[in-house]
Structure formats: C-alpha cells, structure tokens
C-alpha cells in the first residue's frame, strides 16, 4: 500500500512508512503508528463480530481520548459510517441523533451511560452499547459491553468498500434549529487532508494539538491531516484557556488549528517563551479572526505562521490566505485550497465581476453527500452547477453538485476572497445590508471590549437597528459602554453604530463547536426586552 484512497488508510500508509513513530498523546498515554494501526483493526474486527452491516452508523459519545480515534477509524475499517457526538451534548440531543441516523451501535463511557439509560429506551435501533471504562457498570443495560473484551475479538476484514462510499455523518451545531447531518465520504475526507496537509506543510516531525472538539470538521481534520503527514496528534479536553498554552508549551507543539473566541481568549494570556521556539503556524476556523486578535498573536508568536481559513462542515475546508499574503490583505479569506474551486455566483447562476457580493459556491472533491434523510434541506445547499459555469461544459450528461454556502463574499481584482457575512444573519437598516462580523471587527479594533456579539432587531421605521452584547476588556472590572458608543460613532458610519450596546460577564455563551452563540443571545435578549 503506497496511499491512502480509504479514510482508515491513512493511519496503514503511515504504519507501514514509520510504524515506531508516536500517532497519539493522551495525557501520560501515547500510541505509535503501528499500535494504533493494530488497535484499528481490531476494532472493525469487534464491530463486525458484532454483526455491523455495510453503511450501518456507529455513534461516538467520548470526550476526546485514543478510544475515540480508534472507534472513529475502526467504523471506518469495517465498512460502517461512524458519528462523532460532541461531548458537549446532553443526553436528549444525543436521543435525537441517534434516531435520526439510526445509530445500531453505541461507544460511550462508564461515566456517561448512567445518564443514558433512560434515553436509550426510546432509540430501538441501538442493538450495542460498548462501555469505555476499567469497570463495566452491572445491569444497567442488556445490550452493553465492555469496549476492551469487544476489542480483542475477532480477526476478519471489513466489508468491500470504495472511495465513493459513506464514512461519516457529522452534526451540524443546530444553532437554527434541530441539528442537521452532513454526510461525508471516504474520498471527502482523504481528498481534504491531503489538500490541508499540502498547504499547512505538515510532515512527520509535526506535533498538533487537537484542541476543537472532533465532531467538528476542522476538530477532525487535525487527526487526518496529521496521519497523512505521519506527525503526532495530542488530545486535549481543556476547561480554561490557561491549559491550551500549557499543553502547548509542555508537548512542543507546532501546529495549532481553533476558532476565533478561543484566540480571543488565548490573545488575553502570558504566552511561555517555550511556545515561540516550537509553534511553526496558527491557524483559524468556524468565522473570521478579527484583526486586533491576529495583530496580537503575531506578537506573540512572531516566527509562526498564520494561517487564515475559511471552510463549511458541507465541503470540509474552501480557502486559505497564505501567509505571505497576511500584511497585504488581513482581511482576506484567501483562495481555494488545492483540488477545489470556489465561485462567487449572482442569484441567477451567472459569475459576479470583480468586487460584486455574490454566493460562495465551492465544487469538487471536497463536496459532501447531503443530509442525511432531508431532501428538503439537501436541495437548499447542494445544487447542479449550470452550464458554462467552472468546469460544466454543454456536452456533459450527468449533473455535477456544488455547495452552495449561503455566505455573502466579494473576489477582487487579484482573485482573493472577502468574507462579508451570512445570508440568514445579515441585518438590514436604514437601507443598508449590514454583516455583523464587521460590526464586531470594528468593536474588536477600539480595544475597548473583550467579547461581543452583534444582531438585528426589528424596528419600526428603520427595518432593524443593531443590538450589541459584548464583555469588558481584559483587566477592566466594567464595560466603559458611552465610550465604546463613542468609539463606534468616530470609526463607523451612522448606520452601522449600535443601537444599542449592553454589557456582560464574559465569556460569552459558545455553541458546542466553541463559536460564539449569536443566535441563543439574540433570542434571549429579545426575549427579555
């Protein structure tokens, strides 16, 4: 086996090139490359002596730990589809997925089945729940487990799979509404780190923290990015900012992937000096860094390189700005990353001119499968691209799905991107469309605020007036809310200052993907007012 075409590949491939290499980090715990390997099979094999049929889903609940990597590879090894459930989710949100997807098989913890058992009840498709823990609790469940007897059985191999075939259904956060299932291939996620492993230059001497949770798309690509490279993966459940720094500084990190409220966050704290000499680059996801937090980090950790990104759970990863780009266009969301293309398209299907707002459509490899079992919503995101646009010519039969994002983006006259905000989020005053992210980058750049959070509410003559919720800065007891207002009123002009701008204790509420949850303090505020 010289590459991977199948997503369990990945960890082989790098077994067979270097299998005393260090995969997997785990608190005092680590794997090699061939243990991991070795533990993957044998959990295909445990699923299959299970009765696992082809496709069939296997939910993970854990928190992130080296049985949460194998379950999630060895699903994969066997032929099935695996599920990564945030840990963050209670049991209700949990029921719901795995009656959505019909779940046969549950991996979870000794610690988390008892607040399980009721739930499970109502979730017949469940004919297996394998329990991660030294001890298996008694009687609790007929059909539960132990994850270690259920890994050393068995020995055949997995169903015949292809690259077209399912691997994974991962769950959108449902910050509108009940979460959705975007199903993703083996080729979707191989083609995606091969593609991210390219431009990050990641190669065997990396060590990544896995900081995002890895039922996030970017939380997991740290995983399969790394096994394509052959670097060392470390797990990371943190509970406050203090322990990303940490365990960078203690594990040598030299690549770090998260969300722009966490750099927030990390941009507040004392860096070790031991954490300049390693880090080689930052990257973001799940929104835009604002400006002031990535003019701080760059202080901080002068030698890395910054990596802006932009991506969507339905086609994993779009752009990326390269860092040589970072001083001429900070703002920029960059290119399309190798083997995808990304299109700004009208309403009506046709290209925008250079600097015209238009949709971010992205076609190729990377384009999942839908979601799972909503035609509706399917066909709201994925549509045929028409003719004469990208790489459809008339003569071609067979129609080619693109995702189409629903972000609002201009392409300059050079080709780069720039994010203007969402479709459903956009607010609309006095005439004017207004994004909100340049209403927070515009807080963001006064100093003045740690956090905040802009949205619309409705108002009578004007359409909608701005609504800001945002927390004091680092080291101030309280936010200075006429001088913030002040501010606003020098660097925005009149229709984009706040209406209104109330103070909170930070930190703001995340969804469990670790973004800010606009739309929870949007519909608590209005609400309460």
């Not at 010289?2 to 980090?25: N, P, W």
């Not at 046969?104 to 979730?123: D, G, K, M, N, Y």
């Not at 600097?355 to 509706?376: C, K």
Request: aromatic share 6%; hydrophobic share 40%; charged share 20%.
């Amino acid at each position: 086996m010289t590459d991977s075409t199948l997503l369990h590949e990945l960890i082989a491939v790098a077994a067979q090139r270097s299998g005393a290499a260090t995969a997997l980090t785990y608190g005092s715990q680590s794997c090699t490359y061939a243990e991991l390997d070795s533990a993957v099979k044998a959990c295909g094999s445990g699923l299959l002596g299970l009765g696992l049929k082809r496709g069939e889903r296997v939910a993970i609940y854990l928190e992130k730990r080296i049985e949460t990597v194998v379950a999630s590879f060895g699903t994969a090894a066997a032929g099935g589809v695996f599920v990564p459930v945030n840990p963050l989710l209670k049991a209700e949100q949990l029921t719901y997925i795995l009656r959505d997807c019909d779940v046969s098989v549950l991996i979870t913890s000794a610690e988390r089945l008892p607040l399980l058992s009721q739930e499970l009840v109502s979730c017949p498709s469940v004919r297996h729940v394998l329990v991660v823990g030294k001890e298996l609790p008694v009687g609790q469940l007929p059909n539960a487990s132990s994850w270690h007897e259920f890994l050393g059985a068995g020995g055949s191999a997995g169903h015949r799979v292809i690259d077209s075939d399912l691997v994974s259904i991962l769950y959108t956060s449902g910050s509108t509404g009940r979460p959705k299932g975007v199903v993703l291939s083996h080729r979707n996620m191989v083609a995606g780190a091969k593609s991210v492993a390219s431009y990050l230059e990641n190669c065997a001497e990396d060590t990544l923290l896995a900081a995002l949770p890895l039922s996030f798309d970017a939380g997991f690509s740290q995983l399969t990015t790394a096994f394509h490279a052959g670097a060392r993966v470390v797990l990371l459940n943190y509970l406050l900012p203090r322990d990303v720094l940490k365990a960078m500084e203690r594990e040598k990190v030299t690549g770090l992937t998260a969300v722009p409220p966490l750099y927030l966050q990390l941009t507040q704290l004392e860096w070790p000096a031991e954490i300049g000499s390693n880090l080689r680059y930052f990257a973001n996801t799940g929104g835009r860094m604002p400006r002031e937090a990535l003019d701080q980090l760059r202080r901080k950790v002068p030698q890395a390189k910054p990596f802006l990104m932009y991506g969507l759970t339905e086609a994993f990863r779009s752009t990326y700005l390269p860092p040589t780009e970072v001083d001429r266009r900070p703002d920029s969301i960059g290119k399309a990353i190798p083997n995808a293309e990304i299109l700004v398209l009208r309403e009506d299907g046709t290209e925008c001119a250079p600097e015209e707002p238009g949709e971010l459509v992205h076609r190729g490899a990377l384009v999942g499968q839908g979601y799972w079992g909503d035609a509706e919503k399917t066909a709201e995101r994925y549509k045929p691209l028409p003719v004469g646009v990208g790489g459809r010519e008339r003569g071609l039969q067979l129609p080619e799905y693109a995702v189409y994002s629903g972000d609002t983006v201009r392409r300059d006259a050079e080709g780069y991107l720039y994010f203007i905000g969402r479709r459903d989020e956009m607010m609309k005053t006095s005439g004017y469309r207004v994004s909100p992210t340049e209403v927070e980058e515009a807080l963001y750049a006064t100093r003045l605020v740690g956090e905040c959070v802009a949205f619309g509410i409705d108002h009578g003559t004007l359409g909608q007036v701005i609504q800001v919720i945002a927390t004091a800065p680092d080291g101030s007891d309280a936010l200075d809310v006429p001088a913030v207002l002040k501010a606003c009123k020098q660097t925005m002009p009149a229709y984009m200052v706040p209406a209104g701008i109330e103070p909170m204790a930070g930190p703001l509420p995340r969804n469990p993907n670790g973004k800010i949850d606009r739309k929870l303090l949007s519909t608590a505020w209005q609400e309460k007012n």
